[in-house]
């Protein structure tokens, strides 16, 4: 466990914690209802790394003592668990295989086969990712198919590697096991739940 | 240094124990007053909105085994930043937010040194001395209620 | 099965709520109780409603007991859904029943238990004759008290004995670090461990427990306790909140607690010694703590190579019917409207009567057989 900080210049959490909280959660789960689609949470958080917003204000909605969250151990990611633990009082862990959620920036994106993929019997204990990218466009395209997707669907969210939309197709596989995505950037977010299929974009590819 | 340093850690979350529970077991209304008695307080603002939640009670089969899950009971949260940026943390039985920031703000002014001296004598020994006098009332009805057994002796007189 | 939604019955409930309000205010021409008067002069009913709402709260209880008009079950059922309405910031320490601030503690096997019998605040040596003075302004009496307070702490009757090995020493917290169960966070699940069964049982229907440790004495069951100690007083709670990373003290709660000592005569594995039932209480309520105590030893049938041939001893019997929210709905729902059920059982008994009554009547059932 990472060591509790001293609280000084903590950022505040929502202004309203409970109608921010169920807007958030609103948000969020049509998101994940409709994936690939941008949704923004127009909610303001102020978290300590600039960039979070959206995923700090999941994190507020969602975390509690129960969850415990993985952030990548570097200043930001310890700046961000000292916020997220404070708001939520959920404990903060160094193993991604005991994360209930993990928040990750564009710079360390995890491997995600380290992550808990949940098992047959509780298949919804599996880790939900929560990634912030430099941009949700600009990026290579991705074709998406699953519920939820009535017509073909492409996003290409800036900042992420072919290796690592490899490992998420190859995490699917195995449905229905696997992580849940949420992509983000600023309040913007892009769910992408496991039951959504990923390839590489067979329109504007080679 | 690294152990000294340690030291004083550890010298500085035992004080901020004492604080919190001497705020925490006192009535809130005998904490107020002692608050209100003081000429001056540190200027504060609330870090996040005071909250009532449960904390799930814990007990130990057969008083000293493992652990088991009692029943809850609501708290009420507080934190409180005062002016030179120290956070305080309050958790209190019951659901009186006023209390639990009682208990923040004891948390932040023990932690800095400009406060530390004037909580400890004004607001502090004043709870100390009164929860030891509550509890000594309490542990003298208590005694009062001791059995005191004796056993009668009979002796055979001569026939 | 099917559900029928039948509506018009928002007036008559409406009216029928506003008569239930003025039914529990009762005559206007005595003065209403206040909430703080139920909580300082009807204390062990709002024990009662805190243990079995599992919620430690006496203001709430008292609130509750008042709008549940004195309804004890009713009135847990309200605290029980108020404390749904709240987020859960984490577990506490154990509670150090050692270092309790005795108000009592006897034991009733161990005479000459180190700290004495301290009967404390008990209705155990009263006559149980009513006093009419209380139906005035009571006296009003102020206990004794003695020149020198109690000790500080009071020895366990266990730690008493400790160095014979003639009391069995409970089980540690599991070596692989697991949390206890929490029947608030998972569903009841069997084979129980004790953990479980000790919440279940310590937020169970005083009177079911009672009656099944009473049926257990009495020989639907294999009980023969000894009461080896019953304490109340106060206990400090702790806490560890994630964002401070050390315990501080959020407050103290009143709990009865009671260990029966029953023999067990040993097995290959284990020498003779006397093994411990465990019961653990919100506020003061030793009927409970004892009943809960007896009723766990009879579940630990197991452990100690008893044949389980009691309801007292079925583990999912005891648990899946100890808690009264839950057993009050159960029967209480069975008020609400059946309207089609009911239809679907007149068709049925209607039909059953024709095809009875056609097979009796006098030679037509063996005429039409015949031809």
Same mark, same amino acid.
């Given at each position: 466990?990472?060591? !509790?900080? /001293?609280?000084?210049?903590?950022? +505040?959490? %929502?202004?309203?914690?409970?109608?921010? !909280?169920?807007?958030? %959660?609103?948000?969020?789960?049509? &998101?994940?209802?409709? +994936?690939?689609?941008?949704?923004?949470?127009?909610?303001?958080? &102020?978290?300590?790394?600039?960039? %979070?917003?959206?995923?700090?204000?999941?994190?507020?909605?969602?975390?509690?003592?129960?969850t415990p969250v993985w952030f990548p151990d570097d200043a930001d990611g310890r700046r961000l668990a000292n916020w997220v633990r404070f708001h939520c009082g959920c404990?903060?862990?160094t193993d991604p295989a005991a994360a209930a959620f993990a928040l990750a920036g564009p710079h360390n994106v995890p491997q995600i086969d380290h992550f808990n993929a949940g098992d047959a019997k509780y298949p919804e204990r599996s880790t939900t990712l929560l *990634?912030?990218?430099?941009?949700?466009?600009?990026? !290579?395209?991705?074709?998406?198919?699953?519920?939820? *997707? /009535?017509?073909?669907?492409?996003?290409?969210?800036?900042?992420l590697s072919a290796a690592f939309w490899g490992a998420v197709a190859q995490d699917r596989a195995r449905f229905q096991l696997g992580v849940d995505l949420v992509l983000t950037c600023g309040t913007q977010i892009v769910g992408l739940p496991r039951s959504t299929r990923i390839s590489p974009s067979s329109a504007k590819g080679k | 240094m690294a152990e000294s340093e340690m030291q004083q850690g550890q010298e500085v979350v035992e004080a901020r124990q004492r604080a919190h529970a001497l705020v925490a077991r006192n009535p809130q209304e005998t904490v107020r007053a002692l608050f209100e008695s003081l000429p001056d307080l540190p200027a504060t603002q609330r870090l996040r909105p005071s909250e009532t939640g449960l904390i799930m009670v814990r007990g130990r089969i057969g008083g000293d085994g493992a652990r088991f899950n009692l029943g809850e009971m609501p708290v009420a949260r507080a934190t409180m930043q005062i002016a030179n940026g120290t956070v305080g943390v309050g958790y209190v039985i019951g659901r009186d937010h006023d209390h639990a920031e009682l208990a923040a703000l004891a948390d932040a002014m023990v932690q800095d040194p400009a406060w530390r001296d004037v909580?400890? #004598?004004?607001?502090?020994?004043?709870?100390?001395? #009164? #929860?030891?006098?509550?509890e000594a009332l309490e542990a003298r009805k208590a005694a009062a209620t001791k059995v005191e057994f004796f056993t009668m002796v009979r002796n055979r007189g001569p026939k | 099965m099917a559900y029928v939604s039948v509506k018009g019955?928002?007036?008559?409930?409406?009216?029928?709520?506003?008569?239930?309000?003025?039914?529990?205010?009762?005559?206007?021409?005595?003065?209403?109780?206040?909430?703080?008067?139920?909580?300082?002069?009807?204390?062990?009913?709002?024990?009662?409603?805190?243990?079995?709402?599992?919620?430690?709260?006496?203001?709430l209880a008292a609130l509750a007991l008042k709008q549940a008009r004195g309804d004890v079950t009713e009135a847990i059922f309200l605290l029980r859904a108020y404390r749904t309405t709240l987020p859960r910031f984490g577990m506490s320490q154990a509670v150090s029943t050692k270092d309790m601030a005795v108000q009592r503690r006897v034991s009733a096997a161990f005479k000459d238990i180190p700290g004495g019998q301290i009967l404390g605040p008990t209705f155990d040596y009263t006559h149980r004759l009513i006093n009419f003075d209380l139906a005035d302004t009571g006296p009003d009496t102020k206990a004794t008290l003695a020149s020198k307070p109690l000790a500080d702490q009071m020895p366990t009757i266990a730690s008493v004995f400790a160095h014979e090995a003639l009391l069995e020493t409970p089980e540690a917290d599991p070596a692989d670090g697991s949390e206890p169960y929490d029947l608030t966070r998972e569903p009841m699940a069997f084979p129980a461990g004790r953990d479980q069964r000790l919440q279940a049982l310590a937020r169970g229907d005083e009177g079911f427990l009672l009656s099944l440790a009473y049926a257990s004495q009495r020989g639907w069951?294999?009980?023969?306790?000894?009461?080896?100690?019953?304490?109340?007083?106060?206990?400090?709670?702790?806490?560890?909140?994630?964002e401070l990373g050390f315990p501080i003290e959020v407050g103290e709660i009143t709990v009865t607690e009671c260990q029966m000592i029953s023999n067990f005569e040993g097995s290959a594995e284990r020498p003779p010694q006397f093994t411990f039932g465990y019961g653990l209480v919100f506020g003061h309520n030793e009927r409970k703590a004892m009943s809960m105590a007896i009723v766990d030893r009879a579940l630990r049938h197991a452990e100690v190579g008893e044949a389980p041939a009691h309801a007292v001893q079925d583990e999912e019997f005891v648990l899946y019917h100890s808690d009264n929210v839950e057993a009050s709905g159960f029967v209480q729902h069975l008020k609400l409207p059946h309207y089609v059920d009911f239809q679907a059982e007149l068709q049925f008994i209607r039909r059953l009567r024709r095809e009875w009554q056609a097979a009796r009547a006098p030679g037509d059932g063996l005429s039409e057989a015949a031809e």
């Open positions: 466990m990472i060591a !509790a900080q /001293a609280l000084t210049d903590m950022a +505040p959490g %929502f202004a309203d914690l409970a109608l921010d !909280a169920q807007r958030t %959660f609103r948000r969020l789960m049509d &998101s994940m209802a409709k +994936p690939g689609r941008v949704t923004d949470l127009d909610v303001l958080v &102020s978290p300590p790394v600039p960039g %979070f917003e959206a995923a700090g204000a999941i994190a507020l909605a969602l975390l509690d003592f129960e404990p903060v862990t *990634i912030v990218c430099p941009a949700l466009v600009g990026g !290579a395209a991705i074709d998406l198919t699953g519920p939820g *997707i /009535a017509e073909p669907l492409s996003i290409a969210p800036a900042g | 909580l400890e #004598q004004h607001i502090l020994v004043p709870l100390a001395e #009164q #929860q030891a006098a509550r | 019955g928002e007036r008559a409930i409406d009216n029928a709520h506003r008569w239930l309000d003025e039914k529990r205010r009762g005559d206007p021409g005595v003065a209403e109780i206040e909430v703080a008067q139920i909580r300082e002069q009807l204390s062990l009913a709002v024990d009662r409603v805190m243990a079995e709402g599992s919620c430690y709260d006496p203001e069951g294999n009980t023969h306790p000894l009461c080896g100690e019953i304490r109340m007083g106060n206990v400090v709670v702790e806490f560890q909140p994630e």
